[in-house]
């Protein structure tokens, strides 16, 4: 019989519970649920009494590991954490949130563990075994992995589960005690570029894409791109969204030609670009060519603004086309926003 370990952590404020935690609780609940094999949750915080309230009515058994120590991201005390919990819950399957905190130290424990580690799960499956799904070769092969090898590590994508979301109840996990390392790190704070300036955002539920058109002559002859910088720029602001590119406009500093300057090749979404996932997306002055929308494939609803009626996204591609001039029509939406937040 499995015995599944959850390892969790707290966010920023040392307590709660990152949104990757939860999700990989429901997967740990699902599993549990489907090899009728008996669940643990592990706490990595600062204070884990509110983490452990908050999962009061999952019924698994709570284990922390908890102090001042655990209240930010640091290798030696993180890997000593995980150790500590998955020797304490004799693991054999251990699910964890693919945060940078966790991806950073699972290969680590794993290893101490005499364990092995798979990393990029986007589902879990089977009824007697267990079967990990993840995609290869830029999202286009899907793979199903099954191990012999024990206690066995699954790092989830965000993004593929459901937080887990019930209310609040009374419970108290069992403190396992950290045999610390010298720990030759200190950290001394966050340095995070402003909510502004930070314009990848995976938890948003919307991805605006721009494409090259911002920057192309637009119908009076001209190119407009600061009006164009301003008005993305605007949308982001207004609407929370995260910003995707196509690799046309992000390749265009190199090629000296106008450039949105807050785009990098970060942004760029696509077969040589990345594949995040959020319910809606919305593409603008983009024409929707296989190389881009391959990296839209975990996007839920598809829309596209393209003064191009035999652009790709009308080829079947996108859920909705509007063809209709981008400059005019997003400078209507953030006004609409701007009105509604007032
Ligand atoms: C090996 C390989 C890998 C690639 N990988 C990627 C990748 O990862 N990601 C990626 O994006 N591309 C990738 N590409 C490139 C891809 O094939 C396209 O060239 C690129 O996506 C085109 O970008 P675009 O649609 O922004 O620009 P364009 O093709 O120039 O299209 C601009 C669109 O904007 C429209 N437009 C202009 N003005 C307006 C306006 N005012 N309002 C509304 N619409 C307007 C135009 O009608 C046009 O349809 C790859 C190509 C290759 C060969």
Same mark, same amino acid.
């Given at each position: 019989m499995e015995n599944i370990l959850v390892l969790t952590h707290a966010d920023e404020t040392g307590s709660a519970l990152t949104r990757a935690s939860l999700e990989t609780v429901t997967a740990g609940l699902e599993l549990a649920a489907r090899l009728s094999a008996p669940l643990t949750i592990g706490i990595v915080a600062a204070d884990a009494a509110a983490a452990a309230n908050a999962l009061a009515s999952t019924g698994a058994r709570l284990l922390a590991v908890s102090g001042k120590a655990f209240a930010q991201p640091r290798y030696a005390s993180d890997a000593a954490a995980c150790e500590a919990l998955c020797r304490a819950a004799k693991a054999t399957i251990v699910l964890a949130p693919g945060t940078s905190r966790f991806t950073r130290v699972a290969a680590g424990v794993a290893y101490r563990l005499g364990g092995f580690v798979d990393t990029h799960i986007t589902a879990l499956g089977g009824t007697d075994t267990v079967e990990a799904t993840r995609w290869f070769y830029r999202q286009r092969v899907e793979a199903v992995v099954s191990r012999d090898a024990r206690p066995w590590f699954l790092l989830l994508d965000a993004g593929t589960h459901a937080a887990y979301a019930a209310a609040s109840g009374t419970a108290s996990a069992e403190q396992v005690t950290v045999e610390l390392p010298t720990l030759r790190t200190t950290v001394s704070g966050f340095r995070a570029p402003a909510q502004d300036a930070q314009t990848i955002r995976p938890d948003a539920k919307l991805?605006?894409?721009?494409?090259?058109?911002?920057?192309?002559?637009?119908?009076?002859?001209?190119?407009?791109?600061?009006?164009?910088?301003?008005? @993305?720029?605007?949308?982001?602001?207004? *609407?929370?969204?995260?910003?995707? *590119?196509?690799? *046309?406009?992000?390749?265009?500093?190199?090629?000296?030609?106008?450039?949105?300057?807050?785009?990098?090749?970060?942004?760029? @979404?696509?077969?040589?670009?990345?594949?995040?996932?959020?319910?809606?997306?919305?593409?603008?002055?983009?024409?929707?060519?296989?190389?881009?929308?391959?990296?839209?494939?975990?996007?839920?609803?598809?829309?596209?603004? *393209?003064?191009?009626?035999?652009?790709?996204?009308?080829?079947?591609?996108?859920?909705?086309?509007? @063809?209709?001039?981008?400059?005019?029509?997003?400078?209507?939406?953030?006004?609409?926003?701007?009105?509604k937040k007032v």
């Open positions: 991805l605006f894409v721009a494409g090259a058109g911002w920057t192309k002559k637009q119908p009076d002859g001209q190119v407009h791109t600061e009006d164009a910088g301003k008005l @993305i720029l605007g949308f982001l602001h207004a *609407s929370g969204a995260s910003l995707g *590119s196509s690799k *046309s406009l992000v390749d265009q500093g190199g090629d000296g030609q106008p450039v949105l300057p807050f785009l990098t090749h970060m942004n760029q @979404i696509g077969q040589t670009g990345a594949t995040p996932r959020h319910p809606k997306g919305l593409a603008t002055c983009c024409h929707g060519e296989e190389p881009h929308v391959v990296g839209w494939r975990f996007i839920g609803e598809r829309r596209a603004i *393209s003064l191009d009626p035999n652009c790709g996204w009308t080829r079947g591609k996108a859920d909705v086309v509007y @063809i209709a001039d981008a400059f005019p029509v997003i400078a209507k939406v953030n006004e609409l926003l701007e009105a």
